[in-house]
Structures are given as C-alpha cells and as structure tokens.
C-alpha cells in the first residue's frame, strides 16, 4: 500500500489530491515541499517526519512547517506545494508461519 498526497496553493478548494489510499495507522512520511518567492528564489527540502503521523496530523505539520518557513522568508512565497509520501508496513512472512 503506498499513499501519495499533494497539496499546492494553486489546488481549487484548498484541498489536498490523494493517490492511493489513506493508511488507517499512523505511519512515517517523506516529504518534499517547494517554496518560491517573487525575487525568484527557490527552496526546495525534502525530509521524513521525526514521528509516526495520520492524514490530518500531516496536514498540520506541513502548515506549521510551511508557516515558519514562510517567516524566516518574510511571507512573500508565491507558490508553495508539498508531496507526502507513505509506504505499507511489513507484511507477515506467511510461510513460515505454516512451517513452524
């Protein structure tokens, strides 16, 4: 199971588009983001969140990421998107269960 979510200040709605589906667990994100600002600089990071995270934990994190990003920048992005990325847990070894 993997799960993709991407949100961009030009998305109608406000609204993030997810791929795939949601995990019902809590689990670790990598995510990119992209900040440009009018001067024409860009910022481009990607990172994993420290702890594990659902849907809406990571839209608040990436809020609150983007927000102080923002003020280290002085509020002039003009375009910021981000894209989060989690994959499944470990599947059970099916076989050696039956063996053992």
Known sequence: MTCTV???TEMPNERAQVSGTLPRRPMR?????LIKTPDGR???ESTKTIQHATFEELRAIMDHT???IGDEAGNVATFVSWRATARGGVKPNRKARRRG
């Open 6 to 8: 991407f949100y961009s």
């Open 42 to 44: 860009t910022l481009v």
């Open 29 to 33: 994100w990598s995510v990119e983001y």
């Open 66 to 68: 983007i927000g102080a």
